[in-house]
């Protein structure tokens, strides 16, 4: 979402040639964020994780506290995890979020604790499957990983680490209902407007 041109500038013109000598039959496509084609998603495996910030970058002092959501849309192979602002009102309670919020010190290995949260309102297979990935991504043994469910909170890391406890969405209708927008140009500004039947 935030990146700029230069990464695609470099392969373009620099990695695209050399990768093209030693495989003939190389294609390269250009996928944004948020728009991956479903071959590109199936090699993830339902555990893609978009994080926010540049790459190899370390942040000084202290790391912090960051918080992901599971989000799907169109079909289950189309679910990614992603990076969101570590704040309470961020929270809903039909979807299920992995917070990580690291324990003061600075030893060479950091430890944390890793927090599944599960919305009282999400499904069992989103549920199921961010139970997998906290497993699989956010396991280690300098980290401390709990599954918890909404109301089950403990006030001393969880909330602490959203920068305190904050209204948020409980109430999920929304996603009971679908609307549909027509997004034009064709009269020289943009307008959107919403289509009903």
């Keep these: 979402r935030k990146a700029p041109n230069m990464g695609w500038l470099t392969f373009t013109f620099g990695l695209e040639r050399k990768f093209k000598q030693l495989c003939a039959r190389l294609e390269v496509v250009r996928t944004h964020q948020q728009q991956?084609?479903?071959?590109?998603?199936?090699?993830?495996h339902r555990t893609f994780i978009l994080r926010d910030g540049k790459r190899n970058h370390t942040p000084e002092g202290k790391p912090p506290v960051?918080?992901?959501?599971?989000?799907?849309?169109?079909?289950?192979?189309?679910?990614?995890?992603?990076?969101?602002?570590?704040?309470a009102s961020q929270l809903n309670s039909a979807?299920?979020?992995?917070?990580?919020?690291?324990?003061?010190?600075?030893?060479?290995?950091?430890?944390a604790i890793v927090y599944a949260w599960i919305g009282s309102k999400s499904d069992a297979d989103s549920a199921?499957?961010?139970?997998q990935i906290a497993e699989k991504k956010?396991?280690?043994?300098?980290?401390?990983?709990?599954?918890?469910?909404?109301?089950?909170?403990?006030?001393?890391?969880?909330?602490?680490?959203?920068?305190?406890?904050?209204?948020?969405?409980?109430d999920a209708d929304f996603l009971n209902y679908t609307r549909l927008?027509?997004?034009?140009?064709e009269k020289g500004y943009f307008i959107v407007s919403e289509k009903c039947t």
């Design 138 to 170: 956010f396991n280690n043994p300098w980290l401390s990983l709990q599954v918890i469910t909404e109301g089950n909170e403990p006030d001393n890391f969880f909330w602490v680490g959203l920068g305190g406890k904050k209204p948020y969405d409980t």
């Design 66 to 87: 960051e918080l992901f959501e599971l989000r799907s849309n169109g079909s289950a192979l189309c679910t990614r995890l992603a990076q969101v602002k570590a704040d």
């Design 128 to 131: 199921r499957l961010i139970e």
């Design 181 to 185: 927008f027509r997004c034009s140009n």
């Design 95 to 111: 979807f299920c979020y992995i917070l990580y919020v690291p324990l003061e010190g600075s030893n060479e290995t950091s430890s």
């Design 36 to 44: 991956e084609s479903l071959k590109f998603m199936s090699h993830f």
